[in-house]
């Protein structure tokens, strides 16, 4: 399966610019695509201003993004701010041609920039198929906690939508790859460049990873690009009945 992560330069607290520019972006994706990975508050940039930016459930952002997964025949995901029950959440959709939909609400909220007091956090851990690959979505701050994301032989592919500073780089290169070897997973991490609104500086290194830590996908810092790469389910399959090291893991429960 192909995944093709979107790199965009995001402007800032603009719905309808942005959209129109991701847009152009997917124009270009390669033709045998399946999954289109967008970064976190992919239609605003990550602003905690809720009140003005957020929406209802199955809105215009959705509708774009229900649009795009028709138009290509395929998955397309990311985050954007919701509104639902009085609450705002940082929620991330996946959306399949056939009008499927998944949704995850970002469990660890970013204290550092008082998220967690304008959001409600996530109390679900999800995971589902799409085409006989399991997912589990991930956003930003969650990738530095990795019992929320640890494999319980239940999925594939962990897709980490990010906003993630130049500042922390090290940070989101390491982590990444750590959560693709201690999970034996498939890890697809996408960020975006540029500067926002708040003057932070975003430096993207997006990436595809295999489960052995190998980079399989990736591209320059501070381009707005296209991230595309392969990836085999049956080889990871076979790898993890080779190397079982998933056998040997410590059981746990989460508190929700």
């Not at 790199?7 to 309808?16: A, M, T, Y």
């Amino acid at each position: 399966m192909k995944l093709t992560l979107i790199q965009p330069d995001i402007i800032w607290e603009n719905k309808l610019l942005n959209l129109g520019r991701l847009k152009d972006l997917i124009s270009a994706v390669p033709s045998a695509t399946e999954i289109i990975v967008l970064p976190e508050m992919f239609n605003t940039g990550f602003s905690v201003n809720p009140y003005n930016l957020s929406e209802n459930p199955f809105s215009e952002t959705f509708d774009w993004m229900k649009g795009i997964a028709k138009d290509y025949n395929l998955g397309i995901c990311g985050s954007y701010i919701i509104r639902e029950n009085n609450q705002f959440y940082n929620r991330w959709i996946f959306v399949s041609p056939e009008n499927e939909v998944w949704s995850y609400d970002k469990r660890h909220l970013f204290s550092p920039a008082g998220e967690d007091k304008l959001f409600s956090k996530g109390r679900s851990r999800v995971i589902f198929t799409f085409r006989g690959l399991r997912i589990c979505p991930n956003i930003c701050y969650d990738l530095r906690f990795p019992v929320w994301s640890r494999v319980q032989n239940d999925y594939d592919l962990l897709i980490n939508s990010a906003n993630w500073p130049e500042s922390r780089r090290d940070v989101w290169l390491t982590l990444l790859k750590a959560r693709a070897i201690e999970n034996q997973c498939y890890v697809a991490g996408v960020n975006r460049i540029g500067i926002d609104g708040e003057g932070i500086k975003y430096c993207g290194d997006s990436m595809i990873i295999d489960p052995k830590g190998v980079i399989i996908g990736s591209d320059k810092r501070n381009e707005e690009s296209l991230i595309s790469g392969d990836i085999f389910p049956e080889q990871l399959s076979a790898f993890r009945k080779k190397f079982p090291v998933l056998n040997d893991s410590d059981s746990f429960t989460i508190e929700y």
